[in-house]
């Protein structure tokens, strides 16, 4: 691989866009395909079979050629209610786990840039901050604060949205009042039963870091359900 | 669509390797049958040292992928396909104790 292909694909990284690196086995030329980069004349034969695995996403060799496709696509984005111990650790674990996190809170004692090094977070009431923020099916949303009045605006936008995990923390019996209160809003029985509440799966630890643990496996659990 | 978008960074750390001017090859599993332990599109580098970060196997082959990346830089070549069956010749050699097999795509960055 040339230095300036590899340094074209960490730019389309950084700027997170999605694209595909196709390899030549045969002669180790790399060519990078996406819809800012048409493929080159030389590769015009294989388009139709190189397109269904690029929208696919389907890493292989291509039937019958030399061609090897590599695809990146952009990773599921978690937005996270509350800035709280539990999400600092949720973040360490996301970044292995390759989940871009974004933290709301209108709280700003919550919010320093120490508590949070590597993550985006907004520093405004979830009904203020998702106004500028579609949620998509490639989205996930948990709410941590157990504040009614914070985590409740974001599960009401959440629910009207595509994505596809929410999640609440709190216990069967605050999660039974957060359903009571949503209903009242005029969210239906399918929509409630949608909210992973109480939040994770069942490990049994109390600490921040294994709750933090419960919610990413059950999040990991939910990936590969789809 | 039914899998995040997992990506270890090893493209990012070739070229932090590249910048530190070191020789770099860069290994991706490109086939595989039966049961591996790491999908196709997996990688790792390796410089001239034998460093190496990511792999291309759960430690089956990793050693024998490093010397064949250490023979690449010492010699004219810009590639090489490697590939790797179940081993029974020799309880030390190389291979996949799991049974499956793997085709790993060696390539120089230069």
């Known amino acids: 691989m040339q230095p300036i292909i590899l340094k074209e694909v960490l730019r389309l990284k950084k700027e997170k866009k999605e694209f595909s690196i196709i390899t030549d086995i045969n002669n180790a030329a790399n060519y990078i395909y996406s819809p800012q980069h048409p493929l080159p004349t030389i590769l015009e034969p294989y388009a139709a079979a190189i397109k269904t695995a690029a929208v696919k996403r389907t890493n292989g060799m291509i039937a019958e050629t030399s061609l090897f496709i590599d695809n990146y696509h952009l990773p599921i984005k978690v937005f996270i209610v509350g800035a709280v111990h539990i999400a600092q650790y949720f973040c360490d674990f996301a970044r292995h786990l390759n989940f871009e996190t974004i933290i709301i809170d209108p709280r700003g004692y919550f919010t320093s840039k120490q508590r949070f090094p590597e993550t985006k977070v907004i520093n405004k009431w979830p009904g203020e901050a998702f106004l500028e923020l579609p949620l998509h099916a490639n989205d996930a949303l948990i709410a941590l604060t157990h504040d009614p009045k914070i985590d409740d605006p974001a599960l009401s936008h959440a629910l009207t949205q595509q994505c596809f995990y929410i999640g609440a923390l709190g216990s069967k019996k605050s999660h039974a009042s957060r359903c009571q209160r949503l209903q009242a809003l005029g969210f239906t029985g399918a929509a409630l039963n949608s909210i992973h509440g109480p939040i994770g799966i069942k490990l049994g630890g109390r600490a921040a870091p294994e709750i933090a643990l419960s919610i990413i496996a059950q999040l990991v659990t939910e990936v590969y359900k789809r | ?110």
């Open chain 2, 1 to 110: 669509m039914n899998q995040n978008a997992f990506d270890e960074k090893i493209l990012e750390e070739a070229w932090t390797w590249l910048e530190a001017k070191q020789s770099v090859v860069l290994a991706t599993v490109i086939e595989t049958w039966g049961s591996s332990p790491r999908p196709v599109g997996s990688r790792m580098i390796i410089n001239q040292n034998g460093d190496f970060s990511g792999s291309v196997s759960g430690g089956c082959v990793e050693s024998a992928v490093i010397s064949e990346c250490i023979e690449l830089l010492n010699n004219q070549q810009t590639h090489k396909k490697l590939e790797f069956k179940v081993s029974n010749e020799s309880a030390w050699g190389v291979g996949l104790a799991c049974g499956g097999e793997i085709a790993v795509y060696l390539e120089k960055i230069h």
